[in-house]
């Protein structure tokens, strides 16, 4: 029989995120001087993509639309993560303590730029599937007009589920107080503080994953699947190898984002270790992000012709104005 009654379930004035507190402050300090210029990365990469997505013409097209958006939504999912978990290296041992709409809001972000991070990846399949598969149609389908009502519906699917699950698992009591084991407002770690029944929340949860994580991975590995036939099997080598470049950078980055995620999230939560789920956020909130930039940029040579003509601009206007 449970100690706990319900007379004792009482929301806590405010959650305390303990992430690495308990660690010895050398090794903490050590963690924000290597976690720190990754974190400058991310945003620098991020945001030379977006730039170059607006600024150059010869990528206003739908593929680099969708990548431009991809970049936008990293931006915002690194600064909702990383400054705070930043902070909390440097913070004396206790953690950070944060009132619950904080901590809810915090969780809310967290799921609708992951979530839509998730559809815009599918969205970005479905491009390249469209554009390689079935050419002579592309320029009709993907319009600009339909770019756009993507791009929404993945934000706004995002932002639907984000509300759903940071409003099912606020609703139950605390019992257990607001000691979050993580390193932000995480799902699984808030809902481990929840008393009663938490199997409807589970389901919503184990749910969420299978729709955001599983459908969509096996729609993007089905569709670039018969992209690769198509490439072996028309064109130039020059152009399978171009076709071949890309297709491998989306799949390189869908693989690492619903792998991670997947393994994150798809898990019961009796089966948790919340000390190995901390581990393994700093890749995901850290590492991964910072792997996007380098992929599109490194082998793309789109991108890198676009940096090189609008730095060649810059550098003409200033010759110039000297």
């Keep these: 029989m449970s100690l706990w009654h319900e007379s004792n379930w009482t929301a806590p004035l405010e959650f305390i995120i303990l992430g690495f507190s308990g660690w010895p402050s050398g090794v903490r300090v050590l963690l924000f001087a290597l976690l720190l210029p990754l974190y400058l990365a991310t945003l620098a990469g991020n945001l030379l993509i977006l730039g170059l997505a607006l600024a150059d013409p010869a990528l206003h097209t739908p593929m680099y639309f969708f990548l431009g958006s991809l970049s936008a939504v990293e931006v915002a999912y690194t600064l ?141 590995l089905l569709s670039y699947t018969r992209v ?46 919340l000390e190995e789920d901390k581990l393994v956020s700093l890749i995901y909130i850290n590492i991964t992000p910072l792997l996007y930039p380098a992929i599109y940029t490194l082998r793309n040579r789109d991108m890198q012709g676009a940096l090189l003509r609008v730095l060649g601009h810059r550098t003409s206007d200033q010759d110039d104005d000297t």
């Design 80 to 220: 909702v993560l990383t400054p705070r978990m930043l902070a909390g290296f440097l913070l004396p041992p206790g953690g950070q303590a944060v009132a619950p709409t904080t901590c809810a809001a915090q969780m809310g972000l967290f799921v609708a730029l992951g979530g839509s991070e998730c559809l815009l990846l599918a969205a970005m399949a479905l491009d390249r599937y469209l554009a390689i598969c079935r050419p002579l149609y592309y320029p009709q389908i993907m319009t600009t007009g339909l770019c756009w009502r993507l791009l929404v519906s993945c934000c706004l699917g995002g932002s639907v589920l984000a509300v759903g699950l940071t409003t099912v698992i606020f609703q139950l009591p605390f019992c257990r107080g607001g000691l979050v084991n993580h390193v932000f407002c995480d799902l699984p770690a808030v809902l481990l503080l929840a008393c009663g029944d938490r199997a409807l929340q589970e389901h919503v949860l184990l749910t969420a994953c299978l729709l955001l994580l599983v459908l969509p991975l096996v729609l993007i």
């Design 228 to 273: 690769l036939v198509v490439i072996l099997g028309v064109g130039s080598a020059a152009g399978r190898r171009k076709a071949f470049n890309t297709v491998a950078s989306h799949l390189t980055v869908a693989v690492l984002h619903y792998g991670c995620a997947t393994a994150m999230y798809s898990r019961p939560l009796s089966s948790r270790d």
